[in-house]
């Protein structure tokens, strides 16, 4: 990312603006509370389908080197049948 990590920090102090000012733009809803409701919601959900896929953090972690099991060693390249030359 060029001019890392102040594009990240503008675009964190900008959602920060919006969400702060969501109260005000909407009174009476909460869409704060609405917000960290759904957020409290979703970790539920993904804590109750690792525990039935017995996925992390309930289960066995899966880290593989898929590719390094596969890996073969390459054959020696046969000689070159160039004719030499001799002076």
Known sequence: MWLYPLP???ALVGWLVIYGYADKNAPGRHPIEWSLAWLALGCV???IWSKTERVWPFGPREIT???A???APVPPSPPSSSPTVTA
């Open 8 to 10: 990240s920090a503008v």
């Open 45 to 47: 959900a993904f804590l």
């Open 65 to 67: 080197e898929e590719y």
């Open 69 to 71: 099991d596969r890996a």
